[in-house]
């Protein structure tokens, strides 16, 4: 079996609307479990060919091509053809976009980006140019904000209000009132009683109404959760022993086997490449 690899770097820009990170990443056999992000993924395919399921699709994403996520949707990822894919990602929050949003077309809303894979040229040129121009230490500030600016621009342009109506909600608001109850209690170990109760539907069907409101079941919900909460502690300096004992793990190799699953590369080595870029 070959080995699965992931040669990533990571820098963090601050831009006129707010934190943007910015991944350079080399993905050899690597296969992301289903997951998401809790804001914006925009990047583009420098070389090999992504292939990844979104919204009910198979989608393809090879050279040139932009590849994109909204905050919330579940998707997974592996090579589409070959032994893998590179490629430059850019993830920024909801405040992020919204603000640069604002700035662009006067309005107040969250856009919502309408295309996984988007054939755009200028939008991809524009992807390759802020990444390039951010890890430049020579690039003025006024540099980096104008880049920001026309790079946004360009994000925009591929966006519109989010559907509705599209698929009926099943759990309606209660589906916040469990995510938040989730959420208040990450490092715990929830048992699918709990969270059915405090939706007031019998356990099956409250697994399958949260299963067809968000694309995930309960537990695969939670566990994206627990290993965005322990990235966070990582970030925040803990050990990996420490984020996993605090992010409620069984152990160390517990986290990093998540770890592994949803964001390519180990905890130790996040962390270490959080040290070089911050």
């Known amino acids: 079996m070959d080995m699965e690899t992931a040669d990533i770097v990571l820098t963090g820009t601050d831009s006129p609307y707010g934190r943007i990170e910015v991944m350079r990443a080399q993905m050899i056999n690597t296969r992301f479990a289903k997951h998401f992000h809790e804001g914006f993924g925009v990047g583009v395919i420098t070389s090999g060919t992504l292939s990844f399921n979104y919204r009910g699709e198979r989608l393809i994403a090879g050279k040139g091509l932009v590849n994109t996520v909204n905050p919330d949707e579940p998707h997974d990822g592996c090579p589409a053809e070959g032994s893998g894919w590179t490629y430059r990602m850019l993830y920024f929050a909801e405040s992020v976009f919204s603000n640069a949003f604002h700035d662009i077309s006067a309005q107040n809303r969250t856009p919502y980006i309408t295309n996984g894979v988007i054939e755009d040229g200028s939008l991809a040129s524009e992807i390759l140019r802020y990444t390039e121009i951010t890890a430049d230490p020579?690039?003025?500030?006024?540099?980096k904000d104008s880049a920001?600016?026309?790079?946004?621009?360009?994000?925009?342009?591929?966006?519109?209000?989010?559907?509705?109506?599209?698929?009926?909600c099943r759990l309606g608001s209660r589906l916040r009132t469990v995510k938040d109850f989730i959420n208040d209690r990450i490092t715990e170990n929830i048992t699918g009683r709990e969270l059915a109760d405090t939706a007031g539907l019998s356990?099956?069907?409250?697994?399958?109404?949260?299963?067809?409101?968000?694309g995930l079941t309960p537990h695969e919900y939670a566990s994206v959760r627990r290993a965005i909460?322990?990235?966070?502690?990582?970030?925040?300096?803990?050990t990996p022993a420490e984020a996993a004992s605090e992010a409620g793990y069984a152990d160390q190799s517990h986290m990093t086997k998540r770890f592994r699953r949803f964001f390519g590369t180990t905890p130790k080595t996040f962390q270490q490449l959080r040290t070089i870029a911050y």
Do not use: W
């Open 138 to 143: 020579e690039s003025s500030a006024l540099e």
């Open 229 to 238: 909460y322990a990235r966070k502690l990582l970030e925040n300096g803990l």
């Open 203 to 214: 356990l099956f069907h409250f697994i399958r109404s949260f299963k067809a409101d968000t």
């Open 148 to 168: 920001a600016c026309t790079l946004m621009a360009s994000v925009i342009a591929h966006t519109d209000k989010k559907p509705q109506g599209v698929k009926t």
